[in-house]
């Protein structure tokens, strides 16, 4: 029997199995630097919010929308930095030739991935929340912040598996995937309302996953839960982005 297990190559253990290594994969290159974590997810999003706070009205729930935008700009990062660019590390230095002549399936190596996007996402969220008791933000968190982050999590992770398949060199890739979600984040309606936007933000806010996002987190925030359509168009926005990733990751020996 312990012979047949070994000779598995395939079926519902497998899958589970190759994932948890692929987890293990991406997380413990990072692990020995945690602080670049803590760094991405504090140093770029808190300036910004302050800066949008020094010309708000004191309003708990700007307030709330400021934090929103902040949350989304840290997990932005934080995806960008231990998603793409280790992807992007593992397809141009050979080990994903590796990973795929193991043998481990696109399913399971995306499984994983989606697993360590998560882990990333969470972090992020701790130390944002942690500052938010920090900088004085009235928040009353409701079980839809959940939800509404990991959707957040899975469409960012979506779209930069996609764009970043596009790179001809590992140079371009840390680049782009640096870029990609930072850049979404800056032209996309996160830190302020759709009404307040200038008129072609408005225009992008239409079609940008992340003013959804920015709407969903600022209401759960605040204490509310009925937010059925943003989730709804988070969770389009991360089928179809984990879709296409999926589609455009390489997946051959060669």
Same mark, same amino acid.
């Given at each position: ?12 253990? #497998?899958?589970?199995g ?16 945690w ?56 397809r ?13 399936? #696109? ?26 008791f ?14 509404s982050l ?12 996609f ?19 930072i ?8 830190y ?45 926005y ?10 455009r ?6």
């Amino acid at each position: 029997m312990a012979r047949s297990d070994a000779l598995n190559t395939s079926g519902p253990r #497998k899958l589970v199995g190759d994932a948890y290594a692929v987890l293990e994969l991406h997380a413990l290159p990072m692990i020995r630097q945690w602080y670049l974590i803590v760094l991405g997810s504090v140093i770029f999003p808190i300036p910004m919010f302050y800066v949008f706070q020094a010309i708000a009205p004191d309003d708990p729930s700007i307030w709330q929308r400021l934090l929103a935008g902040t949350l989304i700009f840290g997990v932005a990062f934080s995806t960008a930095m231990l998603v793409g660019q280790q992807i992007v590390a593992q397809r141009f230095l050979g080990h994903l030739k590796l990973i795929i002549t193991m043998p481990v399936s #696109k399913s399971a190596y995306v499984v994983g991935t989606l697993a360590f996007t998560s882990v990333a996402g969470v972090l992020s969220t701790v130390f944002l929340l942690a500052f938010a008791f920090v900088a004085g933000v009235e928040i009353s968190p409701t079980w839809a912040l959940a939800p509404s982050l990991l959707l957040t999590v899975l469409a960012l992770a979506g779209i930069v598996l996609f764009v970043m398949s596009f790179a001809p060199s590992l140079q371009v890739g840390n680049l782009i995937a640096s870029l990609v979600a930072i850049v979404l984040v800056i032209i996309s309606p996160v830190y302020f309302t759709m009404e307040a936007a200038p008129l072609p933000l408005q225009w992008f806010g239409y079609v940008s996953p992340l003013r959804y996002a920015a709407d969903a987190i600022a209401a759960s925030l605040g204490g509310r839960i009925d937010i059925g359509l943003e989730l709804g168009v988070l969770a389009a926005y991360a089928l179809v982005a984990m879709g296409l990733g999926l589609w455009r990751l390489p997946w051959r020996e060669t």
